[in-house]
Each structure stands twice: as structure tokens, then as C-alpha cells.
């Protein structure tokens, strides 16, 4: 709120930390931060919310370039000379704690680095953002140390007051913090008072006892700088002549462009936009996007001026207060016109002393933004209005074409949806919780793979999981979570993620680090099951899918006291994929253990849950229920396939139907099956969110609460890993098996990331044959596979050519 916009990483960029060194944090110096003192304001008690901020003169006599370490609790905005040049730390645990290296370019003279850190418990702060309490500290790597680092440098602080917390969004599950009202006339550095910092926490001393010293234990930053990018456009798409800050504001109509020029001229080409003394506007601006980052807003004069800046993912066609989690249907994604805002977001009362930067507390999302202005007594100009684009740089290199033109819509839809789900940890949807969920993440690693192979945010996710393991081994249904939340149908996941990134990725060593986190997770479910080996009522919410009908999305069965064969379906799955693993690392004996366990669990579920006369598998050990999910689950697990008319067609078989998150299992299960058609029929869900006017993949059947849940990107991974059928079948993706299944398409391409490069398959089907051109990095070989027949495959350019017979 302080900063003019990001530098640029000429000035400043985030990079590698020193190699550590091993030992135990916390008992001993690990890092240089770890020789820093942790500051914070000497008038803000341990767990008092606040905005602090420090400040470091420096002298240079000639241009140099200084590293340096930072990291702070809750959060932190770095700037230097003014202008913004990072944000921090990474989303952690303070046993996790982050840090990042600096690398900074001065030129010779006088600099000022600053740093503002606030600080709140929930529900203020982000559920997802654990803390011990407030603090900042900064180290300087070598040379720089004695001028940079906090407890030897010659550090200030100062309180900035003139915030007040605000309210969630109401009538809905919301928990990304509250909303700020920020004055700027009180908020502001040129009147606060400067002191000396308080030491909330001494430099890390060696303790030959073990005595760990309480707080943040220090690990380096393993991501990069989230963006900064500032987004500028949009359109003013309504108008009303007052200032609002009401709930389910109604806009009539759409707005003539000509009566709302200036605000367009303002977004589109950044000309500045003069407010008259006294007047009132109230204007909704459509990005036609989805965005996640900071309003920043660049006013001057106005004094007393209030500018209220609110988001939303979608309007609402009406209020209906019977519905659950969302304040009512919301129709047309595209449409404005007769429809209500409900939002969230951030007020602000201008100082009115010169030109002046503002922005929000925490990153907010969606696509339209209902920017209110009540101007004061003296005329204001607005010269900016744009984002702080935030989110994990992701560089998407995937490439998939096909005689379809539907598809290219859904491919772009599903990466927009990705990107806003990826920052410094996976969130499950940007605007109401960003929290990081096994079984989302899941499915949004192996997009991350899919779409730019990139693995280091998933090591990031499946660490964080792994740190979250509590109650005998299990990791938690999400982490990091100021609330704890249990799931063993989520902690089931974490194995197949471990599973995915061996065989998409190749780094097994780093692999290792994880095994004996899958062992503890395995053991402890073993202590759950029965006399039959059956998982009966293992821990936390067995949540399966947003099923109408199936309450809270629990695994039907399970409420009512019968053992369930989706719960004990992923247990199978997950002792597959464990002896996988355990194969893999080097580990036979623990393989054998884990495969053996599968092995008797397989017999017993083929005896208790599969139903003869239905010719299907049941929901429990009542076979009282049928679902599309026990029949995908039993496909993926390797056991007897049903006939898939009796399962594909869920309102036909009367069985429950899979909603879109589960569709990525239903997907699998119909690819292993040999019905990749049917997956493109699928589709049509997809192409029809496209033809309503979202930007993002939806969570759930509507009317839903969120708009952009990345788990609803999965259709682009089927596109490569089912259709094009292009998957890896050994760790480090060594061995490939290309298995087309195009329907009635008559041509795919598509390129993927590779760990050594990029895999390329171009394939024409004609009169049940397929010709095919397929290139494989070095060092990888496998089989492509055409009804049936095979045709081995290795490194380099190859044509493959099969008939029909």
C-alpha cells in the first residue's frame, strides 16, 4: 500500500539460496538468516494485528550488487527507493518457515529499503496462512551482512494505523481473510513516528543440549517470485449515477459506451480520469479474464475522497436464500444486464496530499470488479486502475490440435482455471478459500506436468502434505490450515501423487526424501480395517464427490455404519501404487509387503461389493446403491471391468452420476476401458461453460458456489494422456506407450513436456487405420499401440503405419 509498481527483476529478482548445510534448525545456525534478530514493532503485543514498517538508509560509493535473505510473519511487501521489488514469504508452517535470497542492484548514492509487514490471526488473515506471531527479519549474505542485517544494522519502524478489518463474504464458506478499509490520511509513513525496533526473537544459537529455540524454523524459499505483471483493460459494462457499497446491487442495463468514455480511456490506455468535487459513481468493469492479484489504484488530490473496490467471479440473476453456500443462481457468466453484485473487497479514504499508490492487504480474484468513487470536497484525478497480477509463473509449452475446433476453447478455458489455482502453493479455487486440498492438488500436479512440465510446485505440495502428517501418520485433508481438517480419502491421494511424479518426472532420489512419509501413511491405515481387511470408518470426512444426494459428499455407505467400496477401492489403489514406489526406490522386500496386502484386499472387495445380478459393482457392503464411482475405481484399481453401458450412462443404469471432479476418475476408468469416444462426448459439459461465459472451470453442478476450481481442468490431460493416449509407463518417463483413442476424430497432434525434452506425436486415422508420426526424446523408447497391435518406439523421428486389421 506503499510501493509504486514491481521494479522489475533488473533491480531486484528472487534466486537460488546457498547450498545448506545439514543439521537441526532451530539448534543450530543453518542460514545467514539464522545469525538475524527477528524485529517487530515495540508497541504491538506478540498477537496484536498490525502494519508495520522498517526502514534501511544505505550509502553506496559505487554501484554493487548485495544478496540478501528476508523472510517475516504474516506477510511482507519489500520495496526499494519506493517501488516495489517483492512479496513474501511463501505459504509455510512455522516449522516450515520460508525464506528468500535477494539478489539487488545498487547503484552508487543513497538508498532506502523498506519493508511493510502486517500481521492478524484469522479470520482476518487467510485460513490458509499459518503464523507464531509477528515478526521481520532481514540478513546480508558476506560483505553485505554487517550494513543489512536486522539486531546489527541500524533498522527503524514505524506503526501505520488507519486500517480496520471488515467482514467475509457473507452466505458463502469464505475464508481468504476480511475484507480492509484503509484511511489513507493516517496510513501514511511521512507522518508516522520512528523507533527502534523491539527483538522478538534472538539470533539462532547453538545448543549442544538439543534444546530446539521456539518460532520459525527457517528452510530456503524452493519457488520462484510469483508474478508481478500489472494488467491494465477491461470494459465498463454498467453505470449507476451514486456511490454503493450495498450487497446485491442491481444493474439495470447495460451502459453506452460513450456515457462511460473516460472510465474506458482510463483502463484501455491509461489516461487519467478528473472526478469532480461531490460527484458519485458507481461502474462495473468486465476484464473479460480471470484475474488474481492487488488492485492498484494511483490517485492525487480528493482529500477525504472514498473509493471502494469490490470483486466478483460472476453476477447473479437473483437472491435465493434457501440455497446453500452461494446467495443464488447465477446463470449466463456473460451477463450483466438485470442482474445483482454480491462482492468482496477493500475501501479506501484518500489523504489528498499528492499522487499516491494504493492497493489491498492480500491478493483478491474473479473477472468483474465494482470500482464506487464519493469524491470530497476538491476534485480527485484517478491516474491508474489495474492489477498486480500474482500466481506462479507457469510457462505452459504443451501444444495439442485436433480437426475438432470445440476443443481449443476448453484447452484455454482449463489453463486459465490452472494458472488461477497456482501460486505459491496449489489453491483449490482463488476466491473463497485458497487452500491447498490432497485431492485437488492431485489433479492439478499432473496438469502442471502436462501443460509445461513442471514439478516445482508439486515437490512444493507433496512436502507441505507430507509436514502435515499427524494422528499416526496420515497428512492432513489440507495444509497449510489454521483449522485442521481430517480425510482419509484425501490422505489416500498423496501416494498417487507420489506415483505420478516418478513416472512424469524424473528424479527419484528426490523421491526417496518421501518414503518414509508413504510407509507411516500405509502403516496407520492398516490399523484401520476389520477382521476382512476392510477399511470400516477410517478417519475425518470420507468425502467422495459433490453428489446431489450424497450428504456433505460423504461415500455413501458410510454415514449409516456399512463398510464402503469407494473408501476401500482407494485403499486398494493406494497399496498399488506404494509397492510401485517401493519397487521403484530399490525397496523390493517393502513392495512385496504392500503388494501382497493388495493382493488379499482385491479378493475381499471382489467378495463383499460386487454384485452379480446388477453385473456391476455397489456402493457398499449392502449393495443397496450403485454409483459410476465403485465402477471407476474398480477399473483404475485393475479389477473385473463391468460392461460399460451398464455404467458409462450413469440416468440410464440408475446409478449416481460423477460431477466434475470425479469425471477425472470416470475418464480414467472409460481411457482404460478402450472408450476414449466416450470421453469426448463427455466433453460437452465443457464446451457448454464455454458457451455460458465462463473463463474458469466450475466446482461443482450448479448452482455453484465457486467459478474457478482447477480441479475442472482435467479434460486437458485426458486430451494428451487418453486421447492422444501418449503415457509414461517407468519412472523418469524412460519408456512411453502411445495408445491413441481419437473417436471420430480424424487428426491429433500434440506436444508434451518431457524431462528430456519434448515428446511429439502426429497422427492422421482413416478407415480404421492410423498413420502416425512420432518423435521421442533421448534416452526414451516404448510402444505405440493401434487396436491391439504393437510397434516398438525409440529415441528420435519414426513413422508408424497400421491398417485396420
Not at 489433479?443 to 515437490?459: C, H, W
Not at 473408501?567 to 517401493?582: C, F, K, P, T
Not at 463391468?642 to 476418475?665: C, K, M, S
Request: with cysteine; proline share 6%; glycine share 10%.
Amino acid at each position: 500500500m506503499l510501493f509504486t509498481p514491481f521494479a522489475g527483476e533488473a533491480i531486484c529478482r528472487r534466486v537460488a539460496t546457498p547450498q545448506v548445510p545439514r543439521g537441526t534448525p532451530n539448534m543450530e545456525p543453518l542460514h545467514p538468516l539464522d545469525h538475524a534478530a527477528w524485529l517487530w514493532h515495540p508497541e504491538l503485543a506478540a498477537r496484536e494485528p498490525g502494519f508495520v514498517l522498517f526502514r534501511l538508509d544505505v550509502k553506496c560509493t559505487r554501484a554493487e550488487t548485495v544478496r540478501l535473505q528476508v523472510s517475516a510473519d504474516l506477510c511482507y511487501a519489500l520495496g526499494l527507493d519506493g517501488a516495489l521489488i517483492g512479496r513474501g514469504p511463501d505459504t509455510g508452517e512455522p516449522t516450515h518457515w520460508s525464506m528468500a535470497t535477494y539478489e539487488i542492484k545498487l547503484q552508487a548514492g543513497a538508498h532506502r529499503l523498506e519493508a511493510l509487514v502486517w500481521w492478524a490471526d484469522h479470520p482476518q488473515a487467510p485460513e490458509g496462512r499459518m503464523t507464531w506471531r509477528g515478526g521481520f527479519a532481514c540478513a546480508g549474505l558476506d560483505a553485505a551482512a554487517e550494513r543489512f542485517t536486522t539486531g546489527t544494522a541500524p533498522w527503524r519502524v514505524a506503526r501505520l494505523t488507519g486500517v480496520t478489518w471488515g467482514p467475509k463474504l457473507n452466505r458463502s464458506y469464505h475464508v481468504i481473510g476480511g475484507s480492509s478499509e484503509v484511511d489513507l490520511g493516517k496510513f501514511d509513513a511521512r507522518k508516522a513516528k520512528w523507533v527502534k525496533p523491539a527483538v522478538v526473537r534472538e539470533r539462532v544459537q547453538f545448543h549442544p543440549c538439543g534444546i530446539v529455540a521456539r518460532g520459525w524454523q527457517l528452510h530456503p524459499a524452493a519457488l520462484p517470485e510469483q508474478r508481478h505483471d500489472l494488467w491494465r483493460g477491461g470494459r465498463v459494462r454498467a453505470h449507476l449515477p451514486k456511490w454503493t457499497t450495498a450487497q446485491g446491487v442491481k444493474f439495470v442495463a447495460e451502459v453506452a459506451a460513450e456515457k462511460v468514455a473516460g472510465w474506458d480511456a482510463l483502463l484501455q490506455r491509461g489516461t487519467a480520469l478528473r472526478l469532480a468535487a461531490r460527484s458519485e459513481a458507481t461502474v462495473l468493469i468486465d476484464t473479460d479474464d480471470y484475474l488474481c492479484g492487488y488492485p492498484m489504484l494511483e490517485f492525487s488530490g480528493g482529500a477525504g475522497t472514498r473509493v471502494h473496490v469490490e470483486w466478483a467471479e460472476s453476477l447473479f440473476d437473483r437472491e435465493e436464500k434457501k440455497l446453500d453456500n452461494t446467495p443464488g443462481p447465477k446463470g449466463d457468466r456473460g451477463a450483466v444486464a438485470g442482474k445483482f453484485f454480491f462482492g468482496f473487497g477493500d475501501t479506501w479514504t484518500l489523504g489528498g496530499t499528492g499522487r499516491r499508490w494504493m492497493t489491498s492487504p492480500w491478493w483478491r480474484s474473479g473477472r468483474y470488479l465494482k470500482v464506487s468513487v464519493k469524491v470530497g470536497a476538491k476534485a480527485a484525478v484517478l491516474h491508474t486502475l489495474a492489477v498486480e497480477r500474482t500466481g506462479f509463473p507457469l510457462a505452459p509449452s504443451a501444444k495439442f490440435t485436433s480437426d475438432d475446433a470445440t476443443l481449443a476453447p476448453v484447452i484455454a478455458l482449463s489453463e486459465r482455471g490452472l494458472r488461477s489455482c497456482m501460486h505459491d502453493i496449489f489453491v483449490d479455487c482463488p476466491y473463497y478459500e485458497q487452500m491447498m486440498y490432497v485431492a485437488d492438488t492431485r489433479i492439478q500436479m499432473l496438469l502442471a506436468y502436462v501443460f509445461a512440465g513442471d514439478d516445482r510446485l508439486p515437490r512444493r505440495g507433496m512436502e507441505l502434505f507430507d509436514l502435515s502428517r499427524g494422528r499416526r501418520g496420515y497428512p492432513t485433508m489440507r495444509h497449510p490450515s489454521a483449522e485442521r481438517q481430517e480425510s482419509a480419502t484425501f490422505a489416500m491421494f498423496w501416494p498417487l501423487m507420489l506415483h505420478d511424479f516418478a513416472l512424469w518426472r524424473d528424479d527419484l532420489a528426490w523421491l526417496r526424501t518421501r518414503v518414509p512419509g508413504l510407509r507411516a501413511l500405509m502403516e496407520a491405515l492398516a490399523t484401520e480395517t476389520d477382521a476382512d481387511g476392510l477399511l470400516a470408518k477410517p478417519p475425518g470426512w470420507l468425502f467422495a464427490d459433490w453428489v446431489p444426494g450424497w450428504e456433505a459428499g460423504w461415500a455413501p455407505g458410510q454415514l449409516e455404519g456399512r463398510r464402503s467400496a469407494l473408501v476401500n477401492l482407494q485403499y486398494l489403489i493406494a497399496l498399488q501404487r506404494a509397492a510401485d514406489l517401493e519397487t521403484w526406490v530399490g525397496e523390493p522386500a517393502m513392495a512385496q509387503r504392500w503388494a501382497a496386502r493388495a493382493q488379499d484386499l482385491a479378493g475381499v472387495i471382489t467378495k463383499k461389493f460386487w454384485d452379480e445380478p446388477r453385473g456391476l459393482w455397489a456402493n457398499d457392503d449392502a449393495h443397496g446403491t450403485f454409483s459410476q464411482h465403485a465402477q471407476a475405481l474398480a477399473v483404475i484399481a485393475g479389477l473385473r471391468v463391468p460392461e460399460v453401458a451398464r455404467w458409462a450412462d450413469a440416468a440410464a443404469n440408475g446409478l449416481a452420476a460423477a460431477t466434475i471432479y470425479f469425471q477425472h476418475y470416470l475418464f480414467e476408468a472409460l481411457g482404460r476401458a478402450g472408450r476414449g469416444d466416450l470421453v469426448l462426448e463427455r466433453l460437452e459439459m465443457w464446451r457448454g461453460l464455454v458457451k455460458q461465459g465462463f473463463k474458469t472451470p466450475i466446482e461443482s453442478p450448479e448452482p455453484s458456489r465457486s467459478d474457478c476450481h482447477a480441479w475442472g481442468a482435467h479434460p486437458v490431460f485426458h486430451l494428451h494422456a487418453t486421447i492422444a493416449g501418449v503415457r509414461p509407463t517407468s519412472p523418469g518417463f524412460r519408456t512411453v506407450r502411445i495408445a491413441p483413442q481419437p473417436g471420430a476424430r480424424r487428426e491429433i497432434a500434440t506436444e508434451l513436456p518431457h524431462p528430456r525434452g519434448v515428446l511429439k506425436l502426429n497422427a492422421t486415422f482413416a478407415n480404421g487405420g492410423v498413420e502416425a508420426v512420432v518423435e521421442l526424446p533421448a534416452e526414451t523408447s516404448g510402444v505405440f499401440v493401434w487396436r491391439g497391435r504393437e510397434v516398438k518406439l525409440k529415441a528420435g523421428v519414426q513413422r508408424v503405419k497400421l491398417g485396420a486389421t
